[in-house]
Nanobody, 127 residues
Framework: VQLVESGGGSVQAGGSLRLSCAFHGVSDTKYSMAWVRQAPGKERECVALVDSGDTTRYAASVTGRFTVSKDITKNVLYLEMNSLKPEDTAMYFC???????????????????????WGQGTQVTVS
């Protein structure tokens, strides 16, 4: 599985960005994908996911501001980020695990660390 993120950058507080993750080589039709961020000195945090049943879930810190979506015709996962805050500054990673229907944002990082696939990340800086 290959995951390639793009769309990061620097933006002022209150601004917007859209991240994209192109994915290839997925060998099963049932998979869950997520956006996971990591700020310097902090642990990885799953902020949004689409599970294998196409249910979306969000971390409380981004609910109402971020929207995750998936275009299976293009094999791209998106993260629309609005009303950005300085605390959203982080490296944002795209991740995929097979199955995992019903997985929560709290459980995703551990599952993906053990069994998942990761992109290289894209930096988001909010000032």
């Amino acid at each position: 599985v290959q995951l390639v993120e793009s769309g990061g950058g620097s933006v002022q507080a209150g601004g917007s960005l859209r991240l994209s993750c192109a994915f290839h080589g997925v060998s099963d039709t049932k998979y869950s994908m997520a956006w996971v961020r990591q700020a310097p000195g902090k642990e990885r945090e799953c902020v949004a996911l689409v599970d294998s049943g196409d249910t979306t879930r969000y971390a409380a810190s981004v609910t109402g501001r971020f929207t995750v979506s998936k275009d299976i015709t293009k094999n791209v996962l998106y993260l629309e980020m609005n009303s950005l805050k300085p605390e959203d500054t982080a490296m944002y990673f795209c991740s995929l695990v097979y199955g995992a229907r019903g997985i929560t944002v709290a459980a995703f990082v551990a599952r993906a660390t053990a069994f998942g696939h990761w992109g290289q990340g894209t930096q988001v800086t909010v000032s």
